[in-house]
């Protein structure tokens, strides 16, 4: 058997953090089993339909490095992959349910749908139209009664299968509600339409996420009822913000295009979903594509919710950058340099080489030179270093010893460093109190994107001067 798993999105925008994780494990159990990857569009649902939103998740998959074997564009035999193009097939099937008694015409309009009052305070469809004889069935057909097709539900005894992940799943047959298969405008339902379209593609392992464990049974019942042999399934748990929370666009970025223009690289981004909700054996935490497919695992699969950690992610981003090239880095942080205060300034070279191992994602870099045009005074507290023992007034003392010697002195990184290194000497004090001082004197700012020296270097010997001086007359004051 060739293992056969799809990623069926729906084209409704962006694609969400926990939309993504879903086709990447789909991808990744289909690879590891040597199987096939396929990509199904769910557009059934007409009202949500994004324009464009088929070509985003296209550009998504192939910026994941997530290659489709079959899909819209790639063709396969089992086509066509978009399902309002699929729109035949259903009713057909549909109809045979009809014919088996497992589904039948619903003829009952919103007025009579509101009416019904459900038990324990559940509103569940009373199998009303399942009465209706078959000449009342034909009259209302035959008169243009609207109608959709429900699915007829046994309402004793239990129905169970076994998920890989979780397990034996049982659900009380009473509890099923006499699904819609076909809506009034003639379209499936997604619960129809995936079952029909899983079983003509071939596909052997549905992997989704959890909220559809309760209603697999539906689904199961489906393939009993046409004679068809079921599929493994893999349920997911959901990516959550925090323990109560689930990711999403009203608690901040949830959308992998979010992620990206915050300056994420999508390597990171598939790296860090791949371990919300799934653990790998051993301690191994960055992973190509290629050692995911390797190591990944539905035993590793959690059962509980996975809780995106931002913080983590771009810490394993700042890991991938770190690890790029550098003309591939100065690539992709030019449009950060272009949006900064150093455009037309200043090297972007220069700072390139000093920032590619101090971010962690490119939208840090307009902060990270802010002080290149925005120098005010400065606050005295900021002087401040217990360990190294640094106060306003020894960074006075520094400044003032220190700054007569720079203006003589060729500016160059190892006569810098020479000079600061004599400076402390001679004060009798540790370098890296002097390289404190200038640093915070350069710049105005606790954190910068690099050591004095190689700022001064960047700032020139001008513009050092004059920032020195200014930070020592407030001092003065």
Not at 337 to 344: E, G, L, N, Y
Not at 444 to 469: F, M, Q, Y
Request: charged letters at 30%; proline letters at 4%.
């Amino acid at each position: 058997m060739t293992v056969r798993t799809r990623f069926a999105p729906s084209p409704t925008g962006f694609m969400h953090i926990g939309n993504l994780r879903t086709g990447l494990y789909a991808y990744l159990y289909a690879k590891q089993n040597n199987g096939k990857f396929i990509l199904r569009i769910e557009d059934t649902d007409v009202e949500r339909y994004v324009e464009g939103a088929v070509d985003l998740i296209y550009e998504t998959l192939k910026d994941c490095k997530i290659q489709i074997d079959e899909g819209p564009n790639e063709g396969g035999e089992y086509g066509p992959y978009i399902q309002s193009e699929r729109k035949g097939l259903y009713m057909k099937y549909a109809l045979e349910l009809v014919e088996k008694g497992a589904a039948y015409y619903c003829f009952c309009d919103k007025e009579r749908l509101d009416s019904i009052k459900g038990e324990n305070g559940i509103k569940r469809y009373d199998k009303h139209c399942l009465k209706l004889s078959k000449e009342e069935i034909e009259a209302n057909l035959k008169a243009g009664k609207p109608f959709v097709i429900r699915q007829n539900m046994p309402t004793e005894g239990v129905s169970s299968f076994v998920d890989l992940s979780f397990g034996e799943v049982t659900v009380p047959n009473n509890e099923l509600e006499d699904q819609i298969l076909i809506k009034s405008d003639g379209m499936p339902t997604y619960n129809f339409a995936n079952v029909i379209d899983d079983h003509l593609m071939g596909i052997t392992h549905v992997i989704r996420g959890n909220e559809y464990l309760s209603s697999t049974p539906k689904y199961n019942l489906l393939y009993d009822a046409f004679g068809w042999e079921r599929p493994e399934y893999i349920h997911l748990t959901p990516v959550m913000k925090d323990e109560t929370r689930k990711l999403s666009k009203r608690y901040g970025d949830a959308n992998f295009e979010d992620f990206i223009s915050k300056g994420y690289l999508p390597e990171a981004i598939i790296n860090y979903i791949a371990l919300v909700g799934w653990s790998p054996k051993g301690t191994q935490e960055k992973f190509t594509m290629d050692e995911l497919i390797e190591n990944f695992s539905v035993s590793g699969l959690s059962k509980s919710p996975g809780i995106f950690d931002e913080n983590k992610m771009k810490w394993l981003n700042g890991e991938y950058i770190k690890e790029l090239e550098f003309n591939k880095f100065m690539d992709l942080a030019k449009p950060y340099f272009d949006k900064s205060a150093i455009k037309d300034l200043y090297s972007y070279e220069k700072f390139g080489k000093l920032l590619q191992s101090r971010i962690e994602i490119f939208s840090e870099i307009p902060e990270k030179v802010e002080f290149i045009t925005h120098f005010d005074k400065i606050d005295n507290e900021l002087y401040f270093h217990k360990k190294l023992k640094i106060d306003y007034l020894k960074a006075k003392e520094v400044l003032e010893v220190i700054i007569p010697k720079l203006e003589n002195l060729e500016f160059t990184e190892d006569n810098l460093h020479d000079c600061i290194c004599k400076t402390a000497e001679a004060m009798e004090l540790k370098s890296g109190v002097v390289y404190t001082v200038l640093r915070i004197a350069l710049t105005g700012v606790s954190v910068t994107p690099g050591g004095s020296v190689e700022l001064a270097d960047i700032l020139g010997k001008e513009e050092s001067l004059r920032r020195l001086n200014l930070s020592l007359s407030w001092l003065n004051e």
